[in-house]
Structure formats: C-alpha cells, structure tokens
C-alpha cells in the first residue's frame, strides 16, 4: 500500500476556501486517490477520487500533481459542518480495494 | 434508504467474553467491510465479505471472525476479548464491480472492554 503524508491539522475561516494537502510519492501508476473525511462521533463518508485529471462535485474539487505525487482537496466554501478528520487514500485498481486509512488532517472551521 | 446501519451503538463487555456485532448494508450493496478505529487513529481493516465468504484479511488475529448471510447482512465476532479490543468497530457496505466504488459506513459499534 501507497504510503501517505499529510499535516495533524489545519484551521480555516467558515465562508473561507481550504486547501488540505497529500503526499503520495510512492503511489502506483494505476491507485486512484480517494479523499474520505469523519466527522464528530460518526462513520467516515467518501468525498472524492480521481486518477490523474482534476476532479470536481458538489462537495470538493480534486487537484493531483502531473507527477501523481501530491493531491490537494479543496473546499471551495468551508462551513462549520466540515469540520472533520480528511483522510486521502491511494486506492489499487481493482474490485472493492481494502482502504488504508492514515492519521488524516483534522480540520477545525473558525465562525 | 435507511444507509448502513450497525447494532448495537454501544457495548460494554468483561475481559475473556465474546461480543457479535451485527451490520446491515445499502440496499442494492453485496459486499461489507470491517475496520477497527482507536481512539485518535485512523480505522483498520479488519476483513471484508462477499458472495458469502471471507475475501480479503487485514492484520488481526484468528479471534476476530465473521460470517454474512444470503441477504448480505454481517456479523463481526471477537472471541476472547482483551482489553485493547476496546475501539470504535465500523462496517461499511459496496457493491462489488470492476472499478473501484465508494464506500459507504455505518455510525459504528463502541464496544469498551474493561
């Protein structure tokens, strides 16, 4: 399994955009990376993935380095029910992967 | 869709019992993963289930078992239990296809060991 570095914690401003970092550098040509945040006393939820474009919903936007060793997730608006544990997950191809979860960034939101 | 839902929410158990954890997935999802999450860390997979049968293990002992059923709905045994077997325990359901999918997971069963 890809290895995976990222910040204890990070602050926002509500209304604010965040930007929560990922090194990935010894991830494989063929991992997507998802992005699963955990809010307060609940299961994690799934945010996002992607393979090597930029990717967007309704909830984030994805932005991964031409190299695929980095990703960032971005909150365009952080709201105080984002406050939450993220957790970026290098994910092999392949039917119903096992997700390694790391520490995760805990991100608190300023009102 | 009532999502995935695990029982009970919260359990306390003596050192040596053993406890079952029962989870229901989404409608319309075939396969049901186990982690185990510690306070301030990250959860770790237990094993996960499809079609019936255990289809991939994570680093945990022979006393942590499970079963699923036809209507694909899970149980997680821990025999034996210790007292670091006291943890957040979170079941999260798929549906088993040739791309990887989102997971979706239940609230969690806090069993606490003392």
């Known amino acids: 399994d890809a290895k995976t570095t990222q910040p204890n914690s990070m602050e926002s401003n509500e209304e604010e955009p965040v930007h929560l970092p990922c090194n990935h550098s010894?991830?494989?040509?063929?991992?997507?990376i998802h992005w699963y945040r955990q809010l307060p006393s609940q299961g994690p939820e799934y945010v996002i993935h992607?393979?090597?474009s930029n990717v967007n919903n309704r909830m984030a936007s994805l932005a991964i380095a031409e190299d695929r060793k980095s990703s960032t997730l971005i909150l365009h608006r952080a709201t105080l029910r984002d406050a939450a544990v993220y957790y970026c997950?290098?994910?092999?191809?392949?039917?119903?992967?096992?997700?390694?979860f790391g520490k995760g960034i805990t991100l608190s939101v300023r009102p | 869709d009532a999502g995935v839902t695990q029982s009970p929410t919260h359990l306390i158990k003596t050192r040596g019992q053993q406890v079952t954890l029962r989870c229901s997935p989404k409608?319309?999802?075939?396969?049901v993963s186990w982690y185990q999450q510690a306070l301030g860390q990250g959860p770790q997979f237990i094993f996960q289930?499809?079609?019936?049968?255990?289809?991939q293990r994570g680093n945990f002992p022979d006393r942590f078992s499970g079963h699923q059923f036809p209507n694909y709905s899970s149980e997680l045994n821990v025999n034996a239990l210790l007292l670091g077997d006291s943890a957040l325990y979170l079941c999260?359901?798929?549906?088993?296809?040739?791309?990887?999918?989102?997971?979706?997971f239940g609230q969690g069963t806090r069993l606490t060991v003392v």
């Open positions: 992607g393979l090597t």
């Open positions: 999260a359901s798929s549906r088993y296809s040739g791309v990887n999918t989102e997971a979706f």
């Open positions: 409608s319309g999802h075939d396969t």
């Open positions: 289930y499809y079609e019936e049968e255990e289809r």
């Open positions: 010894t991830i494989s040509g063929t991992d997507y």
């Open positions: 997950i290098p994910l092999p191809t392949g039917a119903n992967s096992k997700l390694t």
